[in-house]
């Protein structure tokens, strides 16, 4: 079991920040990372159907011989976990618990900010999540929408994204929040703007950071780390034409992403194609 991958799966390439803060945390592991990027965006599909993606997606990595599943999407992670751990026998991690433990821990007025998709912040995921931890807490939610495209462009540190990021988190600071939730895996490309808007006095919580974190402390609980003298292998798949998950992945990694294949879900025996290259 320790020398299994790890398997991660995103809607599509947000889920490399997940990926990013994992390898950094544990850069002896493997990993296997799948965007779904025929069917991206999940947020505006119903629970069902989401749920039904996201089930056949932890099959196909199941069968690469994982041996523990983070669902680095906000909108899965929120739907599709119960269900999942259900279907499965391994240890599965959303994005959205790490989150909320982190944010009911550090905030110190007891008021909680979540920034994230229409999708996500219509769920009420974060809101509900950080109630169960501490009922006391007021979390106040701003859909942020255009910050996903201003991440996916490159575009995280220029007046654009400036006035952006003021014109959704004035609200926030006016209302008082001394912590603040990046409730989807896209945002962590614009934390310095967004800590820059919000101020030195609010925490940002990073929920790509707090997965990475679980993930460590339950490997290393159920001793299923790999040694740390080694260095991980990473796979990647997608479900369209690669090209241009490999553009922007590669500016999420911050570096070159290496092989990536297209496979289609729907085949009954998943076969692999080679993904074109830079």
Not at 14 to 21: A, H, I, M, P, R
Not at 114 to 130: E, L, Q
Request: hydrophobic share 40%; aromatic share 6%.
């Amino acid at each position: 079991m320790t020398w299994k991958a790890i398997g991660i799966f995103d809607s599509g390439v947000g889920g490399l920040t997940v990926l990013k803060e994992i390898i950094r945390a544990l850069p002896q592991e493997d990993t296997i990372y799948l965007g779904d990027t025929a069917r991206v965006p999940y947020g505006t599909k119903s629970p069902e159907t989401v749920t039904r993606y996201a089930r056949q997606i932890t099959a196909f990595l199941v069968q690469r011989d994982i041996k523990l599943l983070v669902v680095a999407c906000n909108t899965a992670s929120a739907v599709s976990l119960d269900a999942l751990k259900e279907s499965f026998d391994l240890p599965i991690v959303g994005v959205i618990e790490p989150g909320a433990r982190r944010a009911a821990a550090v905030t110190r007025s007891g008021k909680v900010g979540v920034i994230g998709t229409s999708g996500t912040i219509k769920s009420s995921a974060y809101s509900k999540a950080i109630k169960r931890i501490n009922p006391e807490i007021q979390v106040v939610t701003r859909a942020c929408p255009l910050f996903v495209p201003l991440a996916e462009e490159g575009w995280v540190d220029n007046e654009v994204a400036r006035l952006t990021a003021h014109a959704y988190l004035q609200g926030l600071r006016e209302e008082g929040v001394d912590t603040l939730v990046l409730g989807c895996t896209h945002y962590p490309l614009l934390k310095g703007i967004i800590a820059d808007v919000m101020g030195d006095d609010v925490n940002l919580v990073d929920s790509a950071e707090e997965t990475a974190h679980t993930v460590a402390e339950i490997l290393g609980q159920q001793d299923m780390l790999r040694p740390a003298a080694e260095r991980g292998n990473h796979h990647y798949f997608v479900t369209d034409v690669p090209a241009g998950f490999i553009r922007v992945g590669n500016r999420f990694l911050g570096g070159k992403l290496g092989d990536v294949y297209q496979v289609n879900l729907d085949e009954e025996d998943v076969g692999e194609v080679d993904g074109e290259t830079p």
